[in-house]
């Protein structure tokens, strides 16, 4: 019995051996569809993710102000620059020498100015000098014009001679003409006063248009010596220079780039069809290629964009064609990072990242509904120019009236 029943045991255990491991196949496959639809359920259904994202940030273009020939430079590709660091140096000469001339332009005006105002007194002199000479004329004309009367009757009578008559005739008559020229003299120097005082009404010599535009033209001129040393606007790491000693540049040219590191963000290209659940201020967690994932980045949801990549690209789809084929389209989604993750992690422009958002909390708006209260980007770089520069000119303007005095500018 023994014997016989062997060979059948042994082929019979390994069918059991199989329907074993198949159960416990089937089992295994069943939890991990269970856990994977657990997941699902309280997990991966509340995140979107995409590797479709780069890091972004701003490119701060340094541009001069004033054309100029470059004669020192400054500053780096890769260097780290402080805000109001010097970084190039535009040849001062020709810009002095504008600068003298517009503050020798300003000290000329001023006292130019100030004649015009002493003229009024002198004119008004001179219109009471030329009244005294009319009523003189005038009080002359009377005298000889009664002295006239009185006697033209006595000619008759012979008390009067004819000649006597024809003097103080021809005297009443140069008189008049007197009394005529004074009244001219008069009449021109009013007009010479008014003229003058037109000149001055409503002013005074360091408010006087002439002193304020000579005065602007000197502002100019110093804003321009001082922007040849072009400074840095912010904080941040020099790229893209392509300025060079000797180089001619005109106002406007691009000279280098500063990024500032530490004003990173990334803009996520999420599918229109993973739009539907995103919302402003949702948490996301970032991680970047160059740190092979072992870092991870908190993030918040900043703002979606206004329309599709292809909508806004350098030539537009024309979807209105007769061959057209459905692309899934994308629309970037900006997301803020940690300033400290970023200080201890620097991360650059156009790196890649990958990017999951929590989308739990619905409770944010899909499209930005309030007014920006704060400036996207300042700086406090050029606030002294205009102060320095008003110094300057009361100190001009005092120097040529004789007491001091403080311009103020329009607006």
Known sequence: ???????????????????????????????????????????????????NAYVQGNVVQITPQVGGTIVAIEADDTDNVNLGQMLV??????????????????????????????????????????????????????????DLARREPLIDGGAVSKEEIQHLQTAVANARSTQAAATSALAE??????????????????????????AGKYREAWLASKRLGIAAPVAGTIARRSAQVGQRVASGVPLMAIVPLDQLWVDANFKE?????????????????????????????????????????????????????????????????????????????????????????????????????APVASTTLYDDLDKAADARVNAIVSANLGHPVSLKRAG
């Open 89 to 146: 140096r535009l040849d001062p000469v020709d810009a002095r020498v504008a600068l003298d001339q517009a503050e020798a332009q300003l000290g000329e005006t001023v006292r130019e100015v100030r004649v015009t105002f002493a003229n009024n007194n002198a004119l008004a002199a001179t219109v009471d000098s030329r009244q005294a000479d009319l009523n003189r004329a005038q009080a002359e004309l009377a005298r000889l014009t009664a």
């Open 1 to 51: 019995m023994t014997t016989e029943n062997t060979p059948l045991s042994t082929q019979a255990n390994p069918e059991a051996r199989r329907k074993r491991q198949l159960i416990l196949l089937a089992i295994v496959c069943l939890l991990a569809g269970l856990a994977y639809g657990a997941y699902w359920l309280l997990v991966a259904r509340f995140h979107v993710d995409t590797d």
């Open 273 to 373: 069809s993973q739009l539907e659940s995103l919302r402003i201020g949702q948490p996301a967690v970032l991680t970047a290629d160059v740190y092979s994932h072992r870092t991870e980045f908190k993030g918040t949801v900043a703002g979606l964009g206004a329309g599709t990549g292809a909508a806004f690209s350098l030539l537009p789809a024309q979807n209105a064609t007769g061959n057209w084929i459905k692309i899934v389209q994308r629309v970037p989604v900006r997301i803020l990072l940690d300033a400290q993750e970023l200080a201890a992690h620097p991360l650059r422009i156009g790196l890649s990242m990958e990017v999951s958002i929590d989308v739990h909390d619905q409770s944010g708006k899909a499209v930005t509904e309030s007014a920006r209260t």
């Open 189 to 214: 120097a009013r007009e010479q006063l008014a003229k003058n005082q037109s000149l001055t009404d409503g002013t005074t010599t360091e408010t006087h248009p002439r002193v304020l535009a000579a």
